[in-house]
């Protein structure tokens, strides 16, 4: 029996009549395919999707010279998980198997796994999203031309019991919304601003993690549409609103004794943790945009804001760029606070894998610890963040540790992809500067 024939077999027994097929794009869009289980698994033998993915900007605009066709896929079978708004469907993920497989942010991520792996370690990682969400619709957007937008419980307040009371109803449809999804859910909470929203996701294996993160936010902004409001990713909004992140947390495991390697018998930062906060504080500044990969991501990093402007760490403060839980016990982990909540989750959870990776291997000693620094403050001898996504674009095509841990391929055309976003929106004029500029 094929594996073909045993995914059949499978569909046929969970009575999945419908498949939602697709890979992820940069932006962490699911572009898919919907087709019924027979056409599905007719078309499984031979998979194919068109290969524009890598070359399209986040308004699906082509660039690049083609030829546009259709390239060979590889089914991730176990990827196969529920699917929250259709009955008896389920989502499928798929894989470039051709010469554009290597773009892709999976296979960026699939390398930095079977690195670990190849160095004896398991990695677990959970991605922590904050979302707003607002009294609009698509159409009412466009009609306001994206501006005075409604917001959702104006007055909501952080962790506020009275939110929570409130919205019951909506937040228990949000996380059933998201479980239906194959998400694996911590908790949903309020948190700072007017309706935002804060989603604990539970620690999975690095891939599922990452595709429980582009699948949360497939389903928030899913069920959002049909409660006729809008959910919203983007890193800051302007105005009242806060910058939102998407963070990410990370543990690694001896593959021998199952061990958690940052587990440490004082309940202290251990040597193996501050290699890889080392490892990391060395390569995030050089291959920033790949958690950084919209121009809209660095007014998160305005002075006075709460996004760290440095690789800063420390143990349990929230104002560093990595947080440190240390614990004797099996919960000891290292949280990577940088992203926002439009990050790609595959490409930032390679970013901070592939930094912590070389931090143990190098024995790379980090920057000193700032557990009373403010997200504003600069420790000595650290080096700044880009200033924007052109700025990061340039480091990241310079960058010799990028092109050796992500393959100097997606090294150089990834950067290409952030200088065309930068591009896009160069000469964008906003209505701020129009009020402040226009008059003189």
């Not at 049909?226 to 910058?243: E, I, K, L």
Request: charged share 25%; glycine share 8%; net charge negative.
């Amino acid at each position: 029996m094929t594996d073909i024939d045993q995914l059949g077999a499978r569909l046929e027994r969970d009575g999945i009549d419908i498949l939602h097929v697709g890979l992820f794009d940069y932006a962490s869009v699911f572009r898919e395919r919907r087709l019924k289980r027979e056409q599905f698994l007719a078309w499984a033998r031979d998979p194919r999707f068109s290969n524009t993915l890598p070359h399209w900007d986040s308004a699906d605009s082509l660039f690049g010279g083609g030829p546009y066709l259709t390239e060979a896929l590889s089914l991730d079978v176990d990827s196969l998980r529920p699917y929250a708004f259709e009955p008896k469907a389920a989502a499928i993920v798929a894989d470039y198997a051709g010469e554009n497989r290597e773009l892709m942010p999976r296979a960026v991520l699939a390398r930095q796994i079977e690195r670990a792996a190849s160095m004896g370690y398991e990695v677990r990682a959970a991605f922590e999203f904050e979302v707003i969400f607002l009294k609009e619709t698509a159409a009412s957007l466009r009609d306001g031309g994206f501006s005075a937008m409604r917001t959702f419980m104006p007055e909501n307040k952080c962790w506020s019991g009275q939110t929570a009371a409130e919205q019951a109803e909506f937040v228990a449809g949000l996380e059933k919304a998201i479980t239906d999804h194959g998400v694996s859910l911590f908790a949903v909470a309020g948190e700072l601003g007017p309706g935002c929203f804060e989603a604990t996701l539970a620690a999975e294996t690095p891939m599922k993690a990452a595709d429980d993160a582009a699948f949360f936010r497939q389903a928030a902004r899913a069920y959002a549409r049909r409660q006729d409001m809008t959910a919203s990713f983007m890193a800051h909004m302007g105005g009242a609103f806060p910058g939102i992140g998407g963070h990410v947390t990370l543990s690694l495991r001896d593959r021998k004794t199952g061990r958690n390697v940052f587990s440490d018998p004082a309940a202290t930062t251990n040597q193996a943790a501050k290699h890889f906060i080392g490892g990391l504080a060395r390569l995030v500044p050089e291959a920033f945009a790949l958690c950084a990969h919209t121009v809209n991501a660095y007014r998160r990093f305005a002075p006075g804001s709460w996004a760290p402007k440095s690789v800063s760490w420390a143990e349990y403060t929230f104002t560093t760029a990595v947080r440190s839980v240390p614990s004797a016990e099996d919960s000891a982990r290292l949280e990577f606070r940088l992203p926002g909540a439009d990050c790609n989750p595959h490409l930032t959870l390679a970013l901070a894998l592939a930094g912590g990776l070389d931090g143990l291997e190098g024995r790379i000693t980090p920057p000193d610890a700032t557990p009373f620094g403010g997200p504003d403050d600069i420790p000595a001898g650290a080096t700044r963040l880009p200033r924007d996504l052109k700025d990061a674009a340039d480091r990241l095509r310079q960058s010799e540790l990028a092109g050796r841990n992500f393959g100097e391929a997606f090294t150089r055309h990834f950067a290409k992809v952030c200088e065309i976003e930068h591009a896009a929106l160069a000469r964008a004029v906003s209505a701020a500067e129009l009020a402040r500029y226009l008059e003189g």
